[in-house]
T-cell receptor
Framework: KQEVTQIPAALSVPEGENLVLNCSFT??????LQWFRQDPGKGLTSLLL?????REQTSGRLNASLDKSSGRSTLYIAASQPGDSATYLC????????????FGGGTRLMVKP | GAGVSQSPSNKVTEKGKDVELRCDPI?????LYWYRQSLGQGLEFLIY????????KSGLPSDRFSAERTGGSVSTLTIQRTQQEDSAVYLC?????????????????????FGAGTRLSVL
């Protein structure tokens, strides 16, 4: 059974810092990995999706990397802003037959002005 | 529609009552997913639809939970004889067909788009 772990569970940083969120998964036979953002009381917003054949994806100040063989992904946030405060979730999909996403527990990020 | 729509946004019910939660996916999205987010449990998968059929029901926690989808669009998640442990946020997501090439309007086919959820409280 796939297990996804996110470290740290919570993180508080001052504005402007660069930071890294970590995600690890136990079964490397994944189809893709997705990073989401969740604001309090809201649904999930997809940030980046990395296919299993890719090593990284970038969107603005966000960069996600994937090392499938070691079962790890990182989300790098550059020049953090208070608006980045949210819970960040990573999720893996096992195959392309429509199987569900398996989620990590999330990292709750607070960026202080 | 512009996004995945779920209703109601909040539902308070008494233990033992039945509840129905509704999900209206993005137009053209044939894949639909239900997830549950509980305190201390994280986000867990419940059921997946491709069109009107549900090839993966492996996440439904008990036979009190059922879901259907009609017309390849709206889906309803029904919880019978609700229990306090059913209290959670129920999230619905949709995606483009998982086979076939190309993207549509910038929406990559593998990405799941989530609704805001229904917060269910069982007293």
């Amino acid at each position: 059974k796939q297990e996804v772990t996110q470290i740290p569970a919570a993180l508080s940083v001052p504005e402007g810092e660069n930071l890294v969120l970590n995600c690890s998964f136990t079964d490397s036979a994944i189809y893709n990995l997705q990073w989401f953002r969740q604001d309090p009381g809201k649904g999930l917003t997809s940030l980046l999706l990395i296919q299993s054949s890719q090593r990284e994806q970038t969107s603005g100040r966000l960069n996600a990397s994937l090392d499938k063989s070691s079962g790890r992904s990182t989300l790098y946030i550059a020049a953090s802003q208070p608006g980045d405060s949210a819970t960040y979730l990573c999720a893996v999909r096992k195959n392309n037959a429509g199987n569900m996403l398996t989620f990590g527990g999330g990292t709750r990020l607070m960026v202080k002005p | 529609g512009a996004g995945v729509s779920q209703s109601p946004s909040n539902k308070v019910t008494e233990k033992g009552k039945d509840v129905e939660l509704r999900c209206d996916p993005i137009s053209g999205h044939t894949a639909l997913y239900w997830y549950r987010q509980s305190l201390g449990q994280g986000l867990e998968f419940l059921i997946y639809f491709q069109g009107n059929s549900a090839p993966d029901k492996s996440g439904l926690p008990s036979d009190r939970f059922s879901a259907e989808r009609t017309g390849g669009s709206v889906s309803t998640l029904t919880i019978q004889r609700t229990q306090q442990e059913d209290s959670a946020v129920y999230l619905c997501a949709s995606s483009l067909p998982l086979t076939g090439g190309g993207a549509e309007g910038g929406r990559a086919k593998n990405i799941q788009y989530f609704g805001a959820g229904t917060r269910l409280s069982v007293l």
